[in-house]
Structure formats: C-alpha cells, structure tokens
C-alpha cells in the first residue's frame, strides 16, 4: 500500500511520519499515541475525536491524516498538565462537569474554542458553542457551569490586569 | 477505505488535470464530512481522491455586480463569520444557522454540500430559493448551469467527469424582498432536516411580484416548487392564499418514508411550513392556526 | 438507618471526582487507550440476518492468508460455549454460533490479524452459506401456540404474577374505570465508549483481560468457556466510558480471551460505532395494559397491570429483569386489590438488558400515565388523586412488603413543581417569545425505584493502613463515571479521618480486588461502599483506642480528622494518623480489614407468592414538566423540568445532582427522541445521526430539589440515585404533552408525528 509522507506539528512538536492515504487523522494521531484523541462514531456525529486544527475545532475522523501536511493540531494534552491545569481543565473538575470523561478531552477543546473567539458568552451561546459534541452522562448542566464560569474567571483576571 | 492515490494540488488547474481522463475512478475530497465516512465505510471505491483543500483561491465570498460569489471551498463556519452573508444573503445565513454543529461547520464546504447532492442538504434549499448558479471548471472550460437544474436525480448531479465545482453564485436579492427560513428537525443541533423550507418574498403594493420556494427532503433532491410559487404571483397574499400555495408545494412534494419521519407526515409539513412561513415572512395573521386535521 | 450529618467532616460535602484530573488532562487509559508489542488485532465476523442457520461455513481461505493468526470457529472454543448466565436462568447464548443464528449481530467466527487491514480481509474471505428464515418480530405473537421457536425450551423465558385480595370485586365496586395500553421503544444505551479491550497471556498461564465492564465478576464465566479453572482468568476494567447497564453482561471479553489463547499473542479489538449498536443489548420495549379501579373518593381499589416484554433473542438479564418488573407492576400505591402478570417473550431482535432503570422506566411511564387518566376521569386534581394512595412509612407495598424508610412521595412531588417554577423563571426569555397557540401545559409523576437485593447479598472491601497513615481501599468494583470510587474513597476518609488524598483506590480487578458485585441497580454506594465502611470501621477504632492511649483519653471521645487524632473539645492538641498506626501495631491490631456486607432480610407477609420481588429500600421521587407543543407540526418543546427525590442522605451533593441532570437528559431522549427503529431484527438507527441523543442544544433549564430524610441502607443513610431520574423524566414529559393535547400518549417516543395523529384523530396511534 503507498504511503505518503506527512509532516506536522501536535501540541507544539514537529511530527513526520508516513500514512497510507485512507488513515483518517484520528486513526492516525491514536497511532501515535494520542490516546487523549477518542474514537466514538468516526462519522462526525458525536465530537469525541475533537481537535484543534489550526486553531479551530474539528472531528478529526473526518480529516484524512494526508490532509494535515505543515498543519498545527492541538490535542487536550496541551491545554493544561496536571499541575498546570488550564482554568477550563479546573472548572470542569471542580464543577463536576466530567463523568465518564470520555467526551472530555473534544468537550474541553470545542469550549477552549468557543471562549478564543467569544469571550463572555451567554449559556445559550455555550450550548451553541458545544452542541457537536455529545455527552451521554451530564445533560451538560455542569458542563455549561464550568464554561461560564471559565469565562467570568477570566474577564475578572483581565480587570484586574487592567487596573 | 482502502488502496486509494491520494493528490493534494495547489490549483485548480492541477486538480482538473489530475482528473481528466480518470472517469468515474476518483473523487474529489472538499470538506469531506460526507466522502471520509463514505470511504470508511465502504460505501465507495475510488482509485484516487483528489484533495482541494489546499486551493486558496477556491475560498472567497464576494459581492460583485450585485451578484454573491461564493467559492466552492468557502466553509460553512467561514459564511457564518461573513458580515456580508449575513447583511445581503439574510435566507443563506438563517439557512447556515442550523447546519449540522460546529464542528462539521468548520469543515463542511458548500460546493461539497451542493454536489453531495443530498435531498435535505442545508445549503441548497436556500441557494435554490436565490435563484443561484454553479460554476462547472473541467480543463477543457467551464459551463455555468442553474442549481435548480443541477440536481437530477437522488444523490445525483450534472457533473460530469473531470468537471469540478468551482463557485456558487447568486443575485443580491434586493432589500425590499423578504425571506423565511424554517428547518423541520428532530433535535435542535446534528440534526438532518425532515423538511425544510426556504423562500424569498417580494411584495409590491402588497401584491407579490415574485416568489421563490424551496423544499428539502421532500423529494430525491432539494426542489423548488414552482407551481406553488405561481399561486402567489401577482395576487395579494394572505393567510387563505398562503395556505393555498402550501397545498399546492405539499401535491408537488414526492417525499418518502425513512427512519426520520413518513412521507405523509412530510407531505403535511410541506403545507404548513409554507403557509406558516409565507404568513411569517410577511408579517400577516396566520389564520387558521389549529391541529392540522386533513390531509394526513 | 437514621444519619446525623453533624457529626461528620466530608459527608455532605461535594468532593470532586479522584480521576477526574486525568480525565481532563487526557491522561487516563480507557479500554482501547493500551498498545502490547506484537498485539494483533481481533475482528468478529456477525450475523447480517436475525434468523437463520448456517448450512456451511468455510474458513478455509481465511485462515490461509498471510498474516492471519487464527481463525476461530464454535468448534474452536476449548470450553463451553455459551456465554453463561446467572444461576437457574438460561443459558441459552453461545460465544460463536453453531448453526443455529437467532439475532442480528450474532458472531459466528473470530479473527486475529497482525493488522486491521488483514483482519478485514479475512473476514470477508469467511464463505457463510445461510438458510434465511422470517424472524420472529412481535413478542405478542411468539407468545402463540403455534409460533415458530426462538429457543428450544421454548419461546417464553418467564412469566410471573401474583394476586392480592380479589380484584374483580374491586373493580365491580369501582366508580370509574381505566383500561390503557402502553407500549415502550427498544432504547440504546449510547455510551460514548464502544466496545473495546485487550487480552494477553500472563506469568502463570493466567488469561488477562482488560476491557471496560460493569462486573469483573464475569471472569467466571470466561473461565468456562475457556475450559480453565476460575484462578487462570483474570479480568480487570479500566475506567468505563459510559455504561448505563449495557457493559454489566459481557461484551467482547470471551471473544479477546479466545483470541488470546488461541494465538498466545497479545489481541485488540475494538468494535466501531455500527458494529456496537448492532450487537450489543437493549432496554426492553414493554408492552403494558393497565386497569384501574378507583372508589368516587378516588381510593384505589383495584389494580390489573399485564405486562409483555420483548426480550430480544437470547435470554441474557431478562429473567432477573422480569423479577425487578414484577415488584414495580403495581407501584407505589396502595391497592387491596391487585393483579399483576408478567411474560417474557424471545423474538428474533436485539437482545433485552439492563438500562438505567432496569425494568422499571417503562413501567413509571404506564402507571403514571393511567393514574393521569383516573384523575381526568374522576374529575380529580392528579395530585389529590395520589395523595389519596400514596403508602406512608411502615405501610406495605401491593407486594405485602413493609416500607421501612421515609416515604416522601408528597414532599418530592411538591418540591419538583416548585423546582419547575424556579426552572421557568430561567427560562423567560424563549417562553417570552413563545406562539401563544402553542398548546402548553404542565404535567407532573411521581415514581419509586429500588436499590440493593434484599436476599443473599455480600459484597466485600478491604482498607488497608500504611505505615505514614494513609490508607488504601481495594474494593471490585467497576466505575462507570458517576462516582463509583469516589463513593468508596469518601466513605473511607470520613470514617478514618484522613484527607481525601491520603486515600487511594485499587478497584475492578477481579484477581486482586474483594468482590463487590455489578455496578448496576442503584446499588453501588450500598453495595461498594457499604464494605469499605465496614472494613475502616474497626481500623478506626483502632486508632481511636490507640490515641486515646497517647492523649490520655476515653476512646469514645477521640475524633479522628484531617489525619490526626485530638480529643473532643480540644482540637489544638493532636497526634497524627503515622503515630497512631505505629501504637495501634504495636498493640497487636490488624491494619489490614475486610469488611463484608452481607444482606438477608426476613421474608416479609406473602414474599413467596410475589416471587420474592422486592428490593432492600426503595428511592422515592418526584418530577414536573412544562411543554409547548406546536399542534401544526407537532414537535414539543420543553420549557423547563424540576425533580426531587429524597436521597436519604447527599452524601455528595455534586454527584447527586449531576446524576438528576444526566438522567433526566437521557429520560428526555427515551421521551422524545431515541428509538433503534427495529425492523426484521436489525436496529436501522445504527449510528449518531439516527439514535437521536439529546444535543446539548435539546436541553431546557433542568432544577433539582434534594430532600433528606436521613433515611437510606447505604453508608451514613443515602439512597440510590443513579437510576430513579431515568425512571421519572420519560412520564413527566408524557403526563405534560398528554394534558397540552388532551389525548393520552400511550406510547414513546413522543414522536411529532404521533402529536399530529393523536391531534387529529383523538387517539395515540400505536
């Protein structure tokens, strides 16, 4: 089988390696270890295999790993670490708003790109924001709480830089 | 999804080139929210996909001539942050809205929702009502045909081989004409249409002048229900004749049963969707407004 | 139990989950998240039909392909093939089929491949000659005398009843009279993990499985087919992505188990979403008439509930499903007399199982809907109507068993309508903007679900002490996400006096953990954590005398807090926890404890002619609903829901809630959205766009009252509350939609074009 050689960045390193060209993203980014990329549907219908591409949120089932030669792509692990957490990876912890987790890692990266390009946003523009992404355990109360809160935590932060 | 060549071209012209003369035997990969799951799952068998994601000129929305271009490329997140879809194209934006969720949207191209060719897709039924055309590139030129004749059969479209859908355009409607914009779906995000309605009204002396409607997922394709429109024509439009230019979208409609919904079902919603919609668009009483107890 | 809250530091208090860091930081290894050097892959060849049998089947070509490992076959399997069941039920599923296929999905042969690509081939190089038959589709007409056989045995796997007093009389005396039949969907569990695991041969020819489970406790079974004793099979599941009841009986453990002896290699598998949904287990589709009989007082005076459930193909938890049914036919009311019927039926669809609810979600939506209709027709307010045969504590079920906690039926129904109004008000603008010919209406139910077996249970856990005073728990039991161990870690912390991380959990592996029973049925704060508070207890009272050596003190007044030991009144003088265990060691005390709980309630009046039914407590609540229904299209829109339950005690306050709002999301996809649409066997809805789960966009403004009686069997007097909001939210929305349409929904999903019909005709169409 051919096999084409792709080079790319995920979380910031440089990644070159070879894909047959009917590898999605997904399958390909699992390969390489980034589990925290979960597989749920590879149909696009429910988000667990959210990343950032370029900084903007897709389901990486539907992007051929072929398709992301000189792309950026950030996973869930760089959001935050465990003793850097990234104040959405806290308020999701302290809001109760991850069960089972298995919608966590795409939930956290469509809210990171909900808040990049609207920073205060009402409740209903977060349900908007993350109604790709299904989660079967929560019915997203607490998922919307710790969104909001993220974001009143940060607009707080930037006053206080601010004065 | 196995075995297949995989061509990422920079242009356009290279991605004709790659495809002339290869048939039937590749397919063209835009968005690729459809063919990537298709491919996974088998349900096609290409020797060659040829990716125009890298094709920036493909990616444009432009006023011109009060006409909207739209490129093929251009993403439904990208209409959706377009202030000028959203200020001249008011039918396409509200259509766009309820486009599947954000993820798909930042993927999703219209020229792949246009030549997907799926009977609920979301971005035709609005197009159709614009009275838009295609833009048909093959290495020998290009030919530009109505969308309304695009379609021509379930998951079927004009393109032939070695043809690639370049760009989308429309005429500005002018900002007297008014529009509606109604998704019948069976949850409120990722939802496929169970029909959806789409019109562009344009009142004179409160005498319609013109009319367009369009249906999804009523028939094998996106369709714009002309004999309904022509009840409206040159008549005032009230309640009573907007419910009589429903019924007469609801006898065109051919819709059928599927796991969304039965074709009665559709059917009735073809006549209350355009009567509700008519009536909404135009500000006027709709009357009456009860259970639907006929014709279904 | 009665629990005073006051005494306690942690209880109460709402502790974040201890995985959930992992969780968010993309670290924790789910079932597929593992990768052995030389791992193959493992794929199943299934069943595309429901019925049939197989004329021939040739694996010849498979087998020879390059790269393919093994190719296995029901002759293959070194043990017994079938999958196994629990005691006295049929055991009725093979691993691989024989010849015989009963179900869509069925696998027939496995394969092992060094790749996916390999593995595919060989499957498709599998020659299956079918003879196809009609499957049976309607458990009704399995039921007939002459309908074909499903099973052997025969088509019926149970069918149970019981009466009290004489019902016909009491109908005979009945000023008004309901007579509905209801009828429920097959539902998927929808848990956003799929199938997946791995399998490897250990040290000591030990077959380890890991693969996220409900119940590790199944290695036994796999020990069977495998044709080994239980000691060489060891089973352990990894944080569960979602479970919901579909993971308790086993998935594709026997098929990685196989694969791995077979191949003596390390084997993955991983089922795709389709693949999942067309094999796996459902919620039963019920089928339920309902009579009822009340006196112009609107007593209930008597009570006919005939229930046929589909069962699917095979047997699976059926049985024991049918035994929760029979105890939830007549409900929380009282009624002298009664009749309740139950059948079972085997048909050629996907198999019924547990989910959330188990046996009884359908149930509350029945009942519920048919004391609405007594109440329209006795002209009665529905909730007057209630409070009428609500039982109070010490009074008995229809069954004839006392309650011996609180009842809040009254409170919690009255606590959810408040909930719903504070619901609404966050929900003014879309109601604001609301159609004023939108048919709008609040509907309101109660419900009652059980938790914890109240025959020969035991479950155990051990806590052990470590030398700086820290302690581990060891408990079997698996996490499906909603606070499982968290449960059993908070329950220890508060009982030792530690801080919750100086706790830490080693649970679901079935070799090295005590045996803690299924995640399932409520019952895992009772049944988990109730033994690890019985392990920490005499620990605890170890340190204590310990302490009360070295502070000088009574035992009875050493409290043990945040990892230190102080007498009551004088917090400032402390000893920590390391001394203590040094002292209480040295005075010859086991820091390492089991506790058991073991369960074995006296027989209450009339047990036996109930068939035992019955569960150890029960969790009581109540739900109210407002809807906007558009009587043109037919589509409902939910303005807002309350819901209250009395959790005995909330023990962890955010864990509660978060199981209300999940639950409710879930019971409003069972109302209105989710359907396998299930046709000649095979569930058409075998993906995310067509098994519609509510989106995050579908949810209204969800409010959740807690009371607390203080009254529950789990530790410090909580109750269950993993499955009662499941139960509850499916009749609320119905009773609401009924009431803006005026014609009963007697059936679910609330489809809209079920509204439209039902608007038209003036009858719920089936």
Same mark, same amino acid.
């Given at each position: 089988m051919e096999v084409f050689s792709v080079q790319f960045r995920v979380n910031g390193e440089e990644v070159e390696a070879e894909f047959p060209a009917h590898l999605t993203l997904l399958q390909a980014l699992r390969?390489?270890?980034? !589990?925290?990329?979960?597989?749920? =549907?590879?149909?696009?219908? =429910? #988000?667990? =295999?959210?990343?950032?591409?370029? %900084?903007?949120?897709?389901?990486?089932?539907?992007?051929?790993?072929?398709?992301?030669?000189?792309?950026?792509?950030?996973?869930?692990?760089?959001? %935050?670490?465990?003793?850097?957490?990234?104040?959405?990876?806290?308020?999701?912890?302290?809001? #109760?708003?991850?069960?089972?987790?298995?919608?966590?890692?795409?939930?956290?990266?469509?809210?990171?790109?909900?808040?990049?390009?609207?920073?205060?946003?009402?409740?209903?523009e977060i349900n908007e924001g993350i109604s790709g992404n299904l989660c079967r355990c929560t019915g997203y109360v607490k998922i919307v709480d710790a969104i909001k809160a993220t974001a009143d935590q940060l607009k707080t932060n930037q006053k206080k830089r601010r004065h | 999804m196995r075995g297949f060549d995989f061509l990422s071209p920079a242009s356009l012209s290279a991605a004709l080139r790659a495809i002339d003369g290869q048939g039937k035997n590749y397919k063209i990969l835009a968005g690729g929210t459809n063919l990537i799951p298709n491919l996974r799952d088998g349900a096609i068998h290409p020797g060659l996909v040829v990716d125009l994601g890298g094709i920036k000129t493909l990616k444009y929305i432009r006023e011109k001539d009060g006409r909207m271009k739209i490129g093929a490329l251009t993403t439904i997140s990208d209409l959706m942050g377009s202030s000028l879809i959203k200020k001249r194209a008011g039918l396409l934006w509200d259509a766009i809205q309820t486009f599947a969720g954000p993820l798909v949207r930042n993927r999703a191209t219209v020229g792949g929702n246009l030549v997907d060719a799926s009977p609920a897709a979301d971005t035709a039924v609005p197009l159709l009502a614009l009275n838009a055309r295609v833009k048909l590139r093959s290495i020998k030129g290009q030919r530009t045909v109505a969308l309304n004749n695009f379609f021509t059969a379930y998951q079927k479209t004009m393109i032939r081989p070695g043809e690639i859908l370049s760009e989308v355009v429309f005429p500005i409607p002018p900002r007297r004409i008014k529009h509606g914009y109604f998704k019948l779906g069976r949850r409120n995000a990722m939802?496929?249409?169970?029909?959806?309605?789409?019109?562009?009204?344009?009142?004179?002396?409160?005498?319609?002048?013109?009319?367009?409607?369009?249906?999804?997922?009523?028939?094998?394709?996106?369709?714009?229900?002309?004999?309904?429109? *022509?009840?409206?024509?040159?008549?005032?439009?009230?309640?009573?004749?907007?419910?009589?230019?429903?019924?007469? /979208?609801?006898?065109?409609?051919?819709?059928?049963?599927?796991?969304? *919904?039965?074709?009665?079902?559709?059917?009735?919603?073809?006549?209350?969707?355009?009567?509700?919609?008519? =009536?909404?668009?135009?500000?006027?009483?709709?009357?009456?407004?009860?259970?639907?107890?006929?014709? !279904? | 139990m009665s629990f005073d809250k006051t005494t306690h530091t942690l209880v109460g208090k709402s502790i974040p989950q201890p995985d959930s860091l992992d969780k968010a930081v993309g670290r924790t290894l789910f079932s597929d998240d593992v990768r052995f050097s030389g791992m193959l892959w493992g794929l199943a060849l299934r069943s595309p039909f429901a019925n049939a049998r197989i004329r021939r089947l040739d694996v010849s070509k498979a087998r020879r392909l390059a790269g393919v490992r093994t190719v296995l076959t029901a002759k293959d399997i070194p043990g017994i093939n079938r999958r196994g069941n629990m005691p006295g039920n049929r055991d009725d599923q093979p691993v691989l089929m024989e010849d015989r296929i009963r179900a869509v999905g069925d696998p027939i042969a496995l394969v092992a491949a060094d790749s996916i690509e390999i593995a595919e081939e060989a499957i498709s190089a599998i020659k299956v000659d079918y003879e196809q038959f009609q499957p049976v589709e309607d458990p009704v007409a399995s039921l007939a005398p002459d309908a074909p056989l499903v099973d052997e045995e025969g088509n019926m796997i149970s069918e149970l009843g019981y009466d009290r007093g004489d019902t016909e009389k009491g109908f005979a005396m009945a000023a008004v009279i309901v007579d509905e039949t209801y009828r429920t969907q097959f539902a998927e569990h929808a848990y956003l993990e799929p199938e997946a695991g791995v399998a490897w041969l250990d040290a000591g020819g030990v077959i380890r499985i890991r693969c996220g489970t409900q119940w590790v406790e199944n290695f036994r079974h796999i020990?069977?087919?495998?044709?080994?004793?239980?000691?060489?099979?060891?089973?352990?599941?990894?944080?569960?992505?979602?479970?919901?009841? #579909?993971?308790? !009986?086993?998935?594709?453990?026997?098929?990685?188990?196989?694969?791995?002896?077979?191949?003596?290699?390390?084997?993955?598998?991983?089922?795709?979403?389709?693949?999942?949904?067309?094999?796996?287990?459902? +919620?039963?589709?019920?089928?339920?008439?309902?009579?009822?009989?009340?006196?112009?007082?609107? +007593?209930?005076?008597?009570?006919?509930a005939d229930l046929v459930a589909d069962v699917g193909a095979y047997s699976d938890a059926s049985p024991i499903i049918a035994w929760y049914s029979i105890g939830f036919l007549a409900g929380p009311y009282r009624c002298e007399n009664v009749t309740v019927h139950s059948r079972f039926a085997l048909t050629n669809n996907p198999s019924g199982t547990a989910m959330r609810g188990v046996g009884s979600a359908q149930i509350t939506f029945a009942l519920e809907g048919a004391m609405e209709s007594l109440a329209e027709k006795l002209g009665m307010d529905p909730f007057e109507l209630r409070r009428r045969n609500y039982p109070s504590k010490g009074e008995s079920l229809s069954t004839g068993q006392p309650l011996k906690n609180a009842v809040f039926l009254s409170e919690t129904w009255e606590a959810a309508d408040k909930a719903l109004d504070k619901a609404l008000s966050r929900n003014k603008a879309e109601i604001r903007n609301l159609n004023q010919k939108l048919l709008r209406a609040r509907g309101h139910t109660s419900n009652m679900t059980g938790y914890g077996r109240r025959h020969g249970h035991l479950s155990q856990a051990q806590v052990s002490m470590q030398l700086d005073g820290s302690a581990v728990v060891s408990v079997g039991v698996a996490d499906i996400g909603s606070g499982q161990r968290l449960g059993c870690q908070q329950v220890a912390a508060e009982i030792l006096g530690l801080p919750m991380d100086k706790v830490t959990l080693n649970t679901s592996d079935s070799q090295l953990n005590p045996i803690a029973g299924m995640t399932a049925g409520s019952r895992t704060f009772l049944n988990a954590a109730g033994p690890v508070l019985r392990a920490a207890e005499p620990i605890a009272k170890a340190l204590k005398k310990a302490a009360a050596g070295l502070l000088e003190a009574r035992t009875e007044d050493i409290i043990l807090a945040d990892g230190k030991a102080f007498v009551m009144g004088s917090p400032s003088v402390t000893v920590p926890?390391?001394?203590?265990?040094?002292?209480?060691?040295? *005075?010859?005390?086991?820091?390492?404890?089991?506790?058991?709980?073991?369960?074995?309630?006296?027989?209450?009046?009339?047990?036996?002619?109930?068939?035992?039914?019955?569960?150890?407590?029960?969790? !009581?609540?109540?739900?109210? /609903?407002?809807? /906007?229904?558009?009587?043109?299209?037919?589509?409902?829109?939910?303005?807002?829901?309350?819901?209250?339950?009395?959790? #005995?005690?909330?023990?962890?306050?955010?864990?509660?809630?978060?199981?209300?709002?999940?639950?409710?999301?879930q019971g409003m996809g069972l109302a209105l959205t989710e359907d396998c649409c299930v046709k000649n066997g095979k569930t058409e809805a075998h993906d995310f766009s067509t098994y519609l789960i509510p989106t995050s966009l579908d949810m209204p403004p969800i409010e959740v009252s807690i009371l607390e009686s203080g009254e529950g069997e789990g530790p410090f007097g909580a109750r269950g509350i993993g499955e009662p909001p499941h139960n509850i939210t499916p009749s609320a929305i119905a009773n609401a939609v009924s009431r803006a349409i005026g014609v009963r929904v007697t059936s679910l999903p609330i489809t809209p074009e079920k509204v439209l019909v039902a608007l038209r005709t003036g009858q719920w169409p089936l």
């Open positions: 390969e390489l270890g980034y !589990f925290e990329v979960k597989n749920g =549907c590879e149909k696009g219908d =429910c #988000g667990s =295999c959210t990343v950032l591409l370029d %900084g903007l949120p897709v389901n990486s089932c539907l992007v051929l790993a072929v398709q992301v030669q000189d792309k950026e792509i950030i996973t869930v692990r760089s959001l %935050g670490s465990a003793d850097n957490l990234h104040p959405l990876q806290e308020n999701f912890i302290k809001h #109760g708003a991850i069960q089972c987790g298995f919608c966590t890692p795409g939930m956290l990266l469509s809210a990171k790109a909900l808040l990049d390009k609207n920073a205060s946003p009402t409740r209903e | 939802a496929i249409s169970v029909v959806s309605v789409a019109m562009l009204l344009d009142i004179k002396k409160k005498i319609c002048a013109d009319a367009a409607i369009a249906l999804g997922s009523v028939a094998p394709t996106p369709l714009r229900i002309e004999k309904a429109e *022509a009840v409206l024509r040159g008549k005032k439009v009230d309640s009573g004749l907007a419910k009589q230019c429903g019924e007469m /979208a609801a006898k065109n409609a051919s819709p059928i049963n599927d796991i969304r *919904a039965s074709a009665d079902y559709r059917r009735t919603m073809c006549a209350v969707l355009v009567h509700r919609m008519i =009536c909404q668009s135009l500000g006027i009483e709709h009357s009456p407004w009860h259970p639907v107890k006929e014709g !279904f | 020990a069977r087919i495998l044709g080994v004793s239980h000691n060489r099979v060891r089973l352990e599941s990894p944080l569960v992505g979602g479970g919901f009841g #579909g993971k308790i !009986f086993m998935t594709i453990e026997p098929l990685l188990a196989l694969l791995a002896k077979a191949t003596g290699r390390p084997v993955r598998m991983a089922l795709t979403r389709e693949e999942s949904i067309l094999s796996s287990t459902k +919620r039963h589709p019920y089928i339920m008439r309902y009579k009822l009989g009340a006196d112009a007082k609107g +007593r209930l005076i008597a009570l006919d926890h390391a001394q203590l265990v040094a002292a209480a060691a040295a *005075a010859g005390a086991s820091l390492t404890n089991l506790g058991t709980l073991r369960i074995e309630e006296d027989l209450y009046p009339g047990e036996e002619t109930a068939h035992n039914a019955g569960w150890l407590d029960y969790t !009581f609540g109540g739900m109210a /609903a407002e809807v /906007a229904v558009d009587p043109q299209t037919g589509q409902t829109t939910i303005l807002g829901l309350g819901i209250s339950h009395d959790v #005995g005690t909330s023990v962890n306050p955010q864990i509660v809630i978060g199981q209300c709002e999940g639950g409710v999301a």
